[in-house]
Structures are given as C-alpha cells and as structure tokens.
C-alpha cells in the first residue's frame, strides 16, 4: 500500500540522516576534528607565541606600527599573535585601535574566552579611541545575566525537534521521487528545495554552537547541506560581526546584480532600474554557486577530509533522489534561503563613508536588523529561526529554540535603554525589501560612493 511504501521510504531517509550523523560524530571522536577557530592546542600555541621574546631589530629598520584591540576596557598588543589565530588573521586586522569586547564573547565559548587575560597587554595602547557608549555597557550586564539565568544552555528536546523537520521534506521528496507524474515531480523538487534549505539553518546552528553536540555535529554542512563549513564559517562570520558595513559585510555584496546603495557611476549598471523586477533570478543561483565556491574551497586549501564529506554528499543525495530533482531543488532552495536572510537585513541601514563603524556593536545590530513576526506554522519551520534575526545576531551561539521567548525581554531592554527594535511581518518585511530596490533603481549615482571589495579578504 502507498502509507506502507512511504513509511519505508521515510524510515529510510531517517536511517541515512542517522548514519551521516553517527560519521560525524565518530570522525569527531576517533580523528580529533573540532572548529578551526576552537583549537584549545592551537590556542594555547598562539598564546605562546605571543609570550615569546621579540628578537631585536636591526639598525635602520622601520619600527613596526602596534595593533591594538580592546577587551573589557583593556587595550591588548595583539601585533605578534594575530598571525596565529585560528579563526584568520583578518578578524584581528578588522579590530584594530577598536572595541572588541562583544565579538568576543559572541562568537567564542567560555573556555575561550578565559584565555583572555594570557594576551599580551598594551604598553602604550592608543589614547584616542573614545569609549563605549553607555548601552554597550548595559548590553555586557545583559549578556551576563541571560548567560547566568541558562539561556545560553541547549536541551535535547530542541536538538531532536530542529531535526526532524529536515528529515520528514527529505523523506517526502524520496516518496515523491518514485511516483511518474508531473505533478509528483514538481512536489518532489519543493520538499527537496526544503530540506536543502533547512539543512542550511541545521548547519548554521552547528558551526556557531559551542556545545558538545555542535562540535560533533559541525560537519553536517558537508554531509546533508553540501557546503564547507570552514568556507561558511569563515565568510559568515565577520557578517555578525560587522552588519551591512560596506567592504566588511559579504552578504550585501550584490552588485551588479542588485544595488542595495548609489553605485558611483563607474560601477554602476543599467539594468539597475529593473532590480525591482528581477531580483529572484539572482537569488535563486545562491546554493548553486555557494556549492561551487566551496569546492573550489576546500580544494585550493587542501582540506581533504571536507573534500571527502562533500563528495559522500553527493554520492548521497544522488543514490537517493535524480539528478534533476536534486539541480532544481537546490535551485529553488536558493531563493527561498536568500529570500530569508536578505529580508531583513538589507531594507535597513547600511553603513558606508561617514557612518562606516560609526556605532558600537550592539547598536549598529539594532540599526541594520529587523525581525520577521510569522503567520504560520509551515513559514516558522522554514526560517529556521532567522525569523528572530536580532536575537541571533546579538547572540549567535545561543540555541534557536531560546529565540522565541527572548524576543519579548531583549524588546523590553531595547525599550529601557532607547534602541530601536524594528518588527514587521513575513510579508510586510518582504514588500518592504522590494520597496527598497524599487527606490535604489530611481537614485541618481553618486561619485565616489565605495563597492562592496572587502577591505579584508575573508575566504
């Protein structure tokens, strides 16, 4: 009977995803593989590296300039140890003679953020770096108390519930797969575009967590979401980090495409004046090229253990559903995991020439996020938790299912300490994006307005 056949089918997919997972976990156990920005032994090398006497310069030669990074309103000398942190070397040139502090503590776990104090410190730190302002204070003694009161804790429950949605769309789409008729087809190609896209947010989860089971759990991206999770991890990140600021931020780094700024007039296009209208073909090639770009990763940097898993994913998928199936999905999971994460971003502020790094960390996510209040169940399951954009953004390695009931307390601190909490609806926040190009495609050039190069190369 067809329940029967789609019970099989569905018990089939869960033993595979079962199975991808368990892989994860034992190439965690028995290979050592953790984060590449979590390597306490790395850690504890660059920290030694950077105790290490400095060897004497020879007459005339030009005296190095310092960098400098503030830490809880202590200036560190990081000059000798950035070219040994794990994470790149371009996160401690993006910090220099700044404030740290929030960055700090939101991308790293506790065992991290206790090597703090072994840093070297400043000797002569710069004077003129004015101080944070008061809300980053209070944002400090706010992340303090939710990090005591558990918030930060996952639960297990949560863990297997953010699961099985993803299993179920894969599950449908193997069911769907099998039935020869268009309109099958089609329902296979959408329950896929879900899946591939809900695997995207799995992964996301995983290389911001700082638990055990994240670290077990980090090479899903490979294995169920076809995509490096070191190429993402390293990409994403200074996107937390720095929101829409121009030459930091590459996910509003869209032109020619779609402008989300007055180009100056050498890089500007004239298809500019429709971005409006066809805005959805450009997103749409989102995984497709993120696909490509990871390969192309991981085999430039020789990571051949993510070469491996990427190409067990697609030995995977492809024993699993058609090949056409799998090309459109990932089609269309472009669009709707672009729609998603763009919307609420890019309707907001975005920071270039006099406002570039003009606020703290903590104000600036406020100014350039908003989130997106959900009419339905199905939509709730399909942001995978971006619907709680700010929440995430100010806290990223907080677990997802935590969001929700945040929300009305972070809405409640913004309110105490004058920041501006922006809320719309799933479709009123998509309207207003599409607003926005519309307005962007009637703006005259302007001179001298920046592209989006990064100022830093990321990946």
């Known amino acids: 009977p067809a329940s029967h056949s789609c019970m099989v089918v569905v018990l089939r997919v869960c033993i595979i995803a079962l199975c991808s997972a368990s892989a994860a976990c034992a190439l965690v156990q028995h290979v050592g593989m953790r984060p590449a920005y979590a390597l306490p032994r790395a850690q504890l090398l660059s920290m030694r590296a950077a105790e290490a006497p400095v060897k004497p310069r020879k007459a005339g030669a030009k005296k190095a300039e310092r960098l400098h990074v503030r830490i809880d309103d202590e200036w560190y000398d990081l000059t000798s140890w950035r070219a040994a942190h794990p994470a790149g070397v371009h996160w401690i040139d993006a910090y220099k003679n700044k404030d740290a502090t929030e960055v700090m503590y939101a991308f790293h776990s506790d065992k991290a953020t206790k090597m703090i104090a072994r840093?070297?410190?400043?000797?002569?730190?710069?004077?003129?770096?004015?101080?944070?302002?008061?809300?980053?204070?209070?944002?400090?003694?706010f992340r303090r108390q939710l990090e005591d009161d558990g918030w930060f804790k996952p639960h297990w429950r949560g863990e297997v519930l953010k699961l099985l949605p993803w299993a179920a769309a894969l599950g449908a789409a193997k069911y769907l797969s099998l039935h020869a008729n268009p309109l099958a087809a089609l329902g296979a190609v959408f329950s896929y575009a879900v899946s591939n896209t809900l695997?995207?947010?799995?992964?996301?989860?995983?290389?911001?967590?700082?638990?055990?089971?994240?670290?077990?759990?980090?090479?899903?991206?490979?294995?169920?979401?076809?995509?490096?999770?070191?190429?993402?991890?390293?990409?994403?990140?200074?996107?937390?980090?720095?929101?829409?600021?121009?030459?930091?931020?590459?996910?509003?780094?869209?032109?020619?495409?779609?402008?989300?700024?007055?180009p100056d007039p050498k890089k500007d296009s004239a298809l500019r004046k429709w971005q409006h209208l066809y805005w959805p073909l450009p997103f749409s090639v989102l995984f497709l090229y993120w696909r490509f770009?990871?390969?192309?990763?991981?085999?430039?940097?020789?990571?051949?253990?993510?070469?491996?898993?990427?190409?067990?994913?697609?030995?995977?998928?492809?024993?699993?559903?058609?090949?056409?199936?799998?090309?459109?999905?990932?089609?269309?999971?472009?669009?709707?995991?672009?729609?998603?994460?763009?919307?609420?971003?890019?309707?907001?502020?975005?920071?270039?020439?006099?406002?570039?790094?003009?606020?703290?960390?903590?104000?600036?996510?406020?100014?350039?996020?908003?989130d997106a209040l959900m009419s339905n169940w199905f939509s709730d399951i399909l942001w995978g938790g971006m619907q709680w954009q700010l929440e995430h953004h100010l806290f990223p390695i907080m677990p997802r299912y935590k969001y929700k009931a945040l929300h009305p307390v972070l809405k409640e601190w913004a309110k105490e300490h004058k920041l501006d909490f922006r809320v719309s609806g799933e479709w009123e926040i998509m309207v207003q994006n599409v607003n926005k190009l519309a307005e962007l495609s009637t703006l005259p050039a302007v001179e001298g307005n920046p592209d989006s190069t990064p100022i830093f190369k990321q990946v």
């Open 199 to 262: 695997a995207g947010w799995l992964a996301h989860d995983y290389v911001h967590g700082r638990n055990r089971f994240s670290f077990a759990m980090r090479h899903f991206g490979e294995l169920a979401g076809g995509m490096s999770t070191t190429w993402w991890s390293m990409k994403h990140n200074m996107h937390h980090a720095l929101t829409n600021e121009i030459g930091y931020d590459e996910d509003v780094a869209l032109e020619p495409a779609i402008y989300l700024w007055q």
């Open 293 to 370: 770009d990871s390969i192309r990763y991981v085999l430039k940097r020789k990571k051949w253990r993510e070469a491996w898993l990427l190409a067990a994913h697609w030995a995977m998928v492809c024993a699993l559903l058609p090949l056409k199936t799998v090309l459109f999905g990932i089609w269309l999971s472009g669009l709707l995991t672009a729609t998603i994460v763009t919307v609420t971003h890019q309707s907001e502020e975005i920071f270039i020439k006099e406002t570039l790094r003009k606020y703290d960390f903590a104000e600036a996510q406020f100014r350039s996020t908003r």
């Open 119 to 141: 840093l070297p410190k400043s000797k002569v730190p710069p004077t003129d770096v004015p101080p944070p302002v008061a809300s980053s204070y209070a944002f400090r003694a």
